[in-house]
């Protein structure tokens, strides 16, 4: 019986880790990891976007902008919890990429947001996403969609 639960276990982590195999990309100094988003369901008009961004230079950079085919408007936002409740904000200025750094963007935390989604994200999908930095320029990355069950954000609406 045990056996059985532990070798459901194992296969189950074996499925979810395998998309993190997905993609590295270096732009300069900079290292970015694993994109990805999750699916979305009909109509869904928004979607979020994670990735860890490390700064291997001596020099900081930011992320100032993206955007994708798929999306009207890509926005950079960050989770806070004001009141007892989760809210996001878009950060207009950008996100700091500190030199030496690694910047996760997280379920929960800083994330991109795909705002007026053109078609749903499919499981599977590689999502072309054009992220530009501020010394760096421009870097096209592919972000490998997720079930929706990958994570789950506990709450967070827009203004
Ligand atoms: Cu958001």
Do not use: D, I, L, Y
């Given at each position: 019986m045990h056996i059985t639960t532990r070798a459901a276990l194992a296969a189950s982590l074996f499925a979810a880790a395998t998309p993190l195999l997905a993609q590295l990309v270096t732009a300069g100094p900079l290292r970015i990891d694993q994109?990805?988003?999750r699916?979305?369901?009909p109509g869904q008009k928004a979607g979020g976007g994670f990735l860890n961004i490390t700064n291997q230079g001596r020099i900081d950079d930011r992320l100032i902008a993206a955007s994708s085919p798929i999306?009207?408007?890509v926005q950079i936002h960050r989770m806070t919890v004001e009141d007892g409740v989760m809210k996001m904000r878009q950060m207009t200025d950008g996100l700091a990429l500190p030199a030496g750094k690694t910047v996760a963007l997280k379920p929960g935390g800083y994330h991109l947001m795909f705002m007026g989604l053109k078609r749903p994200l499919e499981l599977g999908d590689n999502i072309p996403v054009t992220l530009?930095?501020?010394r760096q320029g421009a870097v096209t990355v592919r972000f490998?969609?997720?079930p929706i069950t990958a994570t789950?954000?506990?709450?967070g609406r827009h203004d």
């Open positions: 994109p990805w988003s699916q979305t369901a999306a009207n408007e530009r930095f501020q490998k969609v997720r789950s954000v506990s709450g």
